[in-house]
């Protein structure tokens, strides 16, 4: 089946280090791959997102490319803030009739002054 | 500013209550969707719908209800059935079924149970 798998928070990091959160997937042919962050108490808000492989997704600092030789999609950031500190969840999505997103579990990221 | 809501933030339920969370978008997207997120955990999908009077389960409906009579909205109703409905509930519409449509996501409803 498909399936999403995140490396495990938390993460603590302090401000200006570089950050990766790693992502790897299983689907049954070529799903588009999104990173998205949820900040206290709020919803999701889409950060990136890359819908073939070799694509790469980049906003607000983060970047992330679709292997699919590794079939990866690891979130990285080269300079954090405080203000970075969130929830980041990597999701699928597999176009079968549907708009189906499957979601890793999540990874907590806090940035300490 | 298009976008969506969900009401209320905050939503408490007795024992064998039924309870309703609003989503209403005004981004005239076809599609939307419920999904549930407990702590520590990914977000799990309970019902979806692609358009106007059509719904389908998601993967984990039980206990759940939706209905879809108008394009911008789609309420869930937590039934006495689901035995465990503690939890953060999160609505969200896309424009289509189109591969590159993102999904946009409301604030989301707080569920507790009295």
């Known amino acids: ?113 | 500013d298009g976008g969506i809501t969900q009401s209320p933030k905050y939503l408490f339920r007795k024992e064998g209550q039924n309870v309703t969370l609003s989503c209403e978008q005004n981004l005239n997207h076809d599609a939307m969707y419920w999904y549930r997120q407990d702590p520590g955990q990914g977000l799990r999908l309970i019902y979806y719908s692609q358009i106007v009077n059509d719904f389908q389960k998601g993967d984990i409906a039980e206990g759940y209800s939706v209905s879809r009579e108008k394009k911008e909205s789609f309420p869930l109703t937590v039934t006495s059935a689901q035995k465990n409905p503690t939890a953060f509930y999160l609505c969200a519409s896309s424009r289509g079924q189109a591969d590159n449509q993102p999904q946009h996501f409301g604030d989301g409803t707080r569920l507790s149970i009295l």
């Open chain 1, 1 to 113: 089946g498909n399936s999403v798998t995140q490396m495990e928070g938390p993460v603590t990091l302090s401000e200006e280090a570089f950050l990766t959160i790693n992502c790897t997937y299983t689907a049954t042919g070529y799903p588009s791959l999104f990173w998205y962050v949820q900040y206290p108490g709020e919803g999701l808000q889409l950060l990136l997102k890359a819908t073939k492989a070799d694509d790469k997704g980049s906003n607000k600092g983060f970047e992330a490319t679709y292997r699919k030789e590794t079939t990866s999609f690891h979130l990285e950031k080269g300079s954090v803030q405080v203000s970075d500190s969130a929830v980041y969840f990597c999701a699928l999505r597999y176009a079968q009739g549907a708009q189906k997103l499957v979601f890793g579990q999540g990874t907590r990221l806090t940035i300490n002054p």
